[in-house]
């Protein structure tokens, strides 16, 4: 049994990014590896890019697949024990998730921060009762405080296109109309600085991430001073993680936007963002559509992460 | 051609079990019969367990499988001739159905009872318009007044933990704080008295189900007498039968709950249920976390019912 | 690279039509085609037949098949540049495309007419930026001004049941109580002028569909004169074409209804409708139930125009 739910299950980074070679370049080699086996997504958030590319992985490796949209108005889960359920529950999680495991091998499961409780959000509520009671390997499809399938189609991508054994690599903050969860810039500090990269997050005062996930990475306030040099700038918006202000917007300076001045400090860097993206907010036309960017090609490797963890869990089977 | 709706399409339901056996312990032998075969699943209500469970035993036999929700709300189907239909109907059943059929193998059909209707609801409207019309062999996946997937499972499942040739098997009226179908009771008392177990169906006064379907059981009133020396306890809410209330909610006694109180009154009894169980209702946490709770291995039961009788189907394609 | 939006895309007719006659026979004779390919239906609009057709289609040629319903409230796309994305849409189609076309090797989208905008309807708006964006083989499921795998389904149909080698169709327009696109008529006319049958299109004044697809055809506005003789009568509603009203329901005369009166005027003809299909104002029970009526055998063929032009897709890849 193995779940993968962080940097931590991948074991070796520099063994997972070969693994994660050989699976782009043969695809459909290990087709008798998923034989009779099946994979259960669980959507409790919406999705395009997880959802496709989870599907395909899954089928590259010869699974059948069966996808779940959980909408939560229509079947909301009790989670407390105890409780008389009259209301609009209709069922325990208790029970749900104990037989979703019986009719699969391995389960996918999304679930988003709420963004209003951190400590149920921080203690991935969700995701760690599908670990302990679906008797099944527990794949994060993003989950409240992480996206490792993201983070590591990131450095997938990053390998792809580095220039150098140890490239500088800027995450940085920027603008958007809504609040969103830490799960991404979370995972894309904590993988970056696992692959051994010149890591600096850059965000304005009030915006620093849990430094259980920026270990390793330098912290900027100065987004031109930390884009000087970058050889690959990683654009992204997330809402406050301080207990102050836990889930809000405190900010949409606009001078944060990834522009052409703003790449013009860079060592000629590529431009990444995990998609979907608010164009003219978090990056300009222009940028996004510069040859540096390579925004499709990273999504694209989403497959390839995705395939290798489905791959390395099905051999444990 | 052959339809699964009831108890009276399995055949002798001795040699059923035998073939259900073969397929929980061989869930891979068939899937030659399956082959370039197509399953389809129309849901007209939603669904958890027998969504994931019939995919899972299509696929078990190397079937396609197509999921198709109906939206009741976005396709209403007209049922009467005649009708001018230039309202909110956009489609007579007379053309949805055999355009259905002609694009598949086996069709499942999920459609509930809607509790106003009772003649409606027990001429099986839905179902027996797909059965006349659609030119496949028609699956229950719940329909108005019976559920016997479920049943069959449920069945599986006491063979598997039954101590003696003859267990007494009580299924209980439990309180719930909405109007539910009789499908799942019905079938079962169907089922079980079919299987030749000692059964006893206990409600409160104008709760009894259609004779039709409790043939061969006892029917009782008082609980706690029901439940002496029980080996099974299968409870279950269902709304009122009986003309005058039909798919009302006349109680809602919580004496009626199964307790640790009740249990202690059996014969050291397993405790059943089909899901999802309203917990404090139906049940206390302490009954259905007891190891004598055995709902999770009857829920997994699901894929050997729906598999065996797919396979039946398929053999006569 | 070849994808399939018009009757300009499917080659010459004839040799497509003894493709599709192939198809029909020998349904899973090409299942190695598509053996690790994967199609991706995308639907923007809802859809029952084409759903279920095209994804039998691609399984019987052995494809993976992934469908994407889009609900547009949920995920709206940005298409115009320059926009600060601040608003509802999360996402732009510049990035959702190249996404998409990344995970599949074949996509087929459905997207209907606004309705409102004739030139972004005409334009084709959606469908154009699949095709320029998405890198991959795109197959029209219904666009705003056209149904090419429901025409050629239409023409198959003919094909099997014409009693002279060039017959007498007759396309009549009928009322509805909605506005419904121009797609299935423009290109019912388009092809079935292509096929070389002798065709007729009668509508109401201020009915005529753009010139464009009725080229070939003959064009007339009394119903019984066009009726005379018919071999096929295919009846269909739309709302206007002409710019005044575009998109508009102008007439709802239940004289134009097909009935057996109106049938009684033609050489016995068939009676053919796309379906889904509004009794009593398009047609009557009479007609639709009577041994004439073809309309299940035309949805039927939905599955081998669709399998058709995608083994030819496949053939290419």
């Known amino acids: 049994m193995r779940h993968f739910t962080s940097v931590h299950d991948i074991g070796d980074l520099k063994s997972a990014l070969e693994r994660a070679r050989f699976v782009k370049e043969n695809p459909f080699a290990d087709k008798e590896l998923g034989r009779d086996k099946t994979m259960l997504l669980i959507f409790f958030n919406s999705s395009l890019r997880t959802r496709l590319s989870t599907q395909r992985a899954a089928m590259n490796l010869g699974m059948n697949v069966i996808v779940l949209d959980v909408n939560q108005g229509a079947w909301k889960l009790e989670t407390e024990r105890g409780v008389v359920m009259d209301g609009d529950k209709s069922e325990h999680i208790l029970e749900a998730i104990p037989v979703m495991g019986s009719y699969c091998d391995i389960i996918g ?14 203690s ?5 009762q599908f670990i302990k009671y679906s008797g099944k390997p527990v794949v994060s499809m993003e989950a409240a405080t992480g996206h490792p399938l993201q983070a590591f189609a990131d450095i997938i991508t990053i390998e792809e296109h580095k220039k150098c054994a140890r490239p500088k690599v800027v995450m940085t ?9 830490q799960a991404v810039p979370n995972s894309f500090a904590q993988w970056s600085a696992a692959a051994g990269y010149d890591v600096t997050v850059v965000q304005p005062h009030g915006y620093e991430l849990s ?7 330098k912290i900027e306030y100065n987004q031109d001073k930390a884009l000087e040099g970058a050889d690959f700038v990683y654009a992204k918006n997330w809402s ?3 207990d102050a202000n836990y889930g809000k917007v405190i900010c949409k300076d606009m001078d944060w936007t990834v522009s052409e001045k703003k790449m013009a400090l860079t060592n000629n860097a590529f431009f ?7 164009r003219n907010m978090i990056v300009t036309d222009a940028v996004i559509e510069s040859p540096q960017s390579i925004v499709i090609p990273e999504a694209a490797n989403r497959v390839v992460s995705a395939q ?4 390395d869990i099905l051999k444990t089977l």
């Open 211 to 217: 430094p259980e996930f920026t270990k390793g990475c």
């Open 272 to 278: 990444m963002h995990c998609l979907p993206v608010r």
């Open 109 to 122: 499961v999304r679930s988003f921060a709420g963004l209003t409780d951190k400590s149920a959000d921080y």
């Open 173 to 181: 903050w920027a603008p958007h109309p809504k609040a969103l969860p």
């Open 124 to 128: 991935e509520n969700i995701l760690s």
């Open 240 to 242: 406050v993680f301080d």
């Open 308 to 311: 290798t963890v489905i791959k």
